[in-house]
Each structure stands twice: as C-alpha cells, then as structure tokens.
C-alpha cells in the first residue's frame, strides 16, 4: 500500500498539501491525515479525490502516536511522503507570553520540533528510495526575530534538522524538503496574534500557492522550498548581513 501521512491536515498548509497530492502523485493508495479536530479531518476526507484515514488526535500527547504506530505494523506501507505542517506560533515577547500564556511556548517546542521529530522517527522505517519528507519550517528560520523568539527558534531547529537528515537520507534515495515561507493567510494568526512587523501583512501569500510551489521543489528534490521574491530575498539578506542589523530592523 502507497501512501503519504500529513500532519496539521485540519487546516492551512496541511490541509491544502492533502488536496494538492492527488495531482502530484497518481499511484497513493491512502493519504492518512492527523490532526485534533476530527470534524475538519472528516470534511477534508470527504472531498479528497484519494481515500484518507483520519487519525484524530493531540501531536503532544503519547495516545496518538500509539495508534499511528499500530497502523503502520499492520500495513506495513510504503510511505511516499511524510508531511509535517502541525505547528503554531506566538507573537509579543517571551516575558510578555510567559505572563500571559505559561505554558505556551514550551509546548511550541514540543509540537514544532519534538512531535515533528517524533512524527518523523516512528515514519523512517517506512520510507523506500524516492520517498520524501517534507517539513514546514519557516523563512522565521533564516534569522533570531524578536517579539516572535520561541517560535523563529523552532523553526531554526526545523531547518537545520531537516538538511542533516536529508545529507544522511540521500544516499538511500530519500529526499527531505524543508518548505520556508514568509507569512501564509492561514489560520496560523488566529492562534499567533498579530505579527510584530506591518512590513509581512504586505507579503501575505496564498497558501495552495506555497503549496503548489512546495510540492513542484519537492519533485526537484530542493532541499530548501522558499516561495517568493520578497522571501528569496530575505534567504539571501540572513546569509549576507549581520543577524544583530537585521534584528533591530525586526525591532522597529
Ligand atoms: N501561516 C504562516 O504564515 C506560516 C506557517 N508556517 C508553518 O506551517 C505549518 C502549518 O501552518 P499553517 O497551515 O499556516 O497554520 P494552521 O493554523 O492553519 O494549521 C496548523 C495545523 O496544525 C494542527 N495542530 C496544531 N496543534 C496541534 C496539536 N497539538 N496536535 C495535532 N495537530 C495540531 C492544526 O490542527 P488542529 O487545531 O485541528 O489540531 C492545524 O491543522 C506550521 O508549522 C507553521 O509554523 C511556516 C511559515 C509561514
Ligand atoms: C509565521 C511565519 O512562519 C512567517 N514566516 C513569519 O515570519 O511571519
């Protein structure tokens, strides 16, 4: 059985990869979408032209991987690609999120890069030559930001993790992309707030954009998926300017 796992299918970004594969990849049996609201799984699957299986769950609690894990030993699959798009953000500053939100920003890093990680590992063993991983990260990546630190940090560790695993996976045929957006029109900002810059409200882009986008660098076998001018920019202004100016450009 051929498939691809998509994580954060509910909404945004995983939801639009789950309606993009289909025309990417003909041959997937099931395409098997997790996320916490069953409801938004079950209407996805509905309209979805390739059979999904729902696993409704919490990505940072144990039950989960328990029944993705049982499914997998029962299938034995070949997973073509593995998604990993749950994840969210929060804007303002660390103390200001401590106080209001304690537990917030831990639990960023337990969804962006623990489950992520986690996702990935219990998936590894499935994955034949020319299987794909395909990580969101973000263009928060390329550089600290301030008033958006938690968050920018996780998605460091995404992309940082996402090209080590790919130089290991190359070898064996496997090919890890790590997708780095500017700011996407997602539910995202219901669950961040608003962005610390006005600058990124002009840089909105349409997420089955990005994803289209994604998905064209996924068959390239990109290592790196950056849609847009304005981000391609920002890739290139991280590597040539010091972090410290870009910083206080960020703070102002
Ligand atoms: N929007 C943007 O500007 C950008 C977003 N990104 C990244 O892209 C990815 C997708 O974001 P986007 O589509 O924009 O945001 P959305 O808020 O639209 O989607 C987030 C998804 O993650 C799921 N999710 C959240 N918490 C959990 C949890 N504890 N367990 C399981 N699933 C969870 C949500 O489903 P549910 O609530 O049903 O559990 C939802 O499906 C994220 O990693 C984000 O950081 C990267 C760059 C830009
Ligand atoms: C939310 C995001 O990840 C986006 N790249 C941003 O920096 O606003």
Same mark, same amino acid.
């Given at each position: 059985?051929?498939?691809?796992?998509?994580?954060?299918?509910?909404? @945004?970004? %995983? *939801?639009?990869?789950?309606?993009?594969?289909?025309?990417?990849?003909?041959?997937? /049996?099931?395409?098997?979408?997790? &996320?916490? *609201?069953?409801?938004?799984?079950?209407?996805?699957?509905?309209?979805?032209?390739?059979?999904?299986?729902?696993?409704?769950?919490?990505?940072?609690?144990?039950? =989960?991987?328990?029944?993705?894990?049982?499914? $997998?030993?029962?299938?034995?699959?070949?997973?073509?690609? $593995?998604?990993?798009? &749950? @994840?969210? @953000?929060?804007?303002?500053?660390?103390?200001?999120?401590?106080?209001?939100?304690?537990?917030?920003?831990?639990?960023? =890093? /337990?969804?962006?890069?623990?489950?992520?990680? *986690?996702?990935?590992?219990?998936? $590894?063993?499935?994955?034949?030559?020319?299987?794909?991983?395909?990580?969101?990260?973000?263009?928060?990546?390329?550089?600290?930001?301030?008033?958006? &630190?938690?968050?920018?940090?996780? +998605?460091?560790?995404?992309?940082?993790?996402? *090209?080590?695993? %790919?130089?290991?996976?190359?070898?064996? %045929?496997?090919?890890?992309?790590?997708?780095?957006?500017?700011?996407?029109?997602?539910?995202?900002?219901?669950?961040?707030?608003?962005?610390?810059? +006005?600058?990124? /409200?002009?840089?909105?882009?349409?997420?089955?954009?990005?994803?289209? +986008?994604?998905?064209?660098?996924?068959?390239?076998?990109?290592?790196?998926?950056?849609? @847009? =001018? &304005?981000?391609?920019?920002?890739?290139?202004?991280?590597?040539?300017?010091?972090?410290?100016? =870009?910083?206080? $450009?960020?703070?102002?």
């Amino acid at each position: 059985m051929r498939i691809a796992i998509v994580t954060g299918a509910s909404s @945004g970004m %995983g *939801r639009e990869f789950v309606r993009q594969l289909p025309y990417f990849y003909h041959n997937l /049996d099931e395409i098997w979408i997790i &996320a916490r *609201r069953e409801e938004k799984l079950a209407a996805l699957a509905q309209g979805s032209a390739v059979p999904c299986r729902i696993f409704a769950g919490d990505l940072c609690k144990g039950e =989960i991987y328990q029944k993705l894990e049982h499914a $997998l030993k029962e299938e034995t699959p070949d997973i073509r690609m $593995l998604v990993n798009a &749950a @994840g969210f @953000g929060k804007v303002g500053e660390v103390k200001k999120i401590a106080h209001r939100e304690p537990s917030a920003q831990t639990a960023m =890093i /337990d969804l962006n890069c623990r489950a992520l990680t *986690r996702m990935t590992l219990i998936c $590894l063993p499935y994955l034949r030559l020319g299987s794909r991983v395909v990580n969101l990260a973000s263009a928060a990546a390329f550089c600290p930001q301030p008033s958006f &630190a938690v968050y920018a940090a996780t +998605k460091s560790y995404v992309l940082s993790f996402s *090209r080590a695993l %790919g130089a290991e996976l190359k070898r064996t %045929g496997i090919y890890v992309t790590a997708v780095c957006p500017g700011p996407v029109a997602t539910e995202f900002f219901d669950v961040s707030g608003k962005l610390p810059n +006005k600058w990124k /409200d002009a840089v909105m882009a349409k997420p089955d954009r990005v994803v289209k +986008k994604a998905l064209l660098d996924v068959r390239k076998k990109k290592e790196i998926s950056v849609y @847009g =001018i &304005a981000m391609k920019g920002a890739e290139l202004g991280a590597k040539l300017m010091p972090h410290r100016v =870009i910083m206080d $450009l960020l703070s102002n």
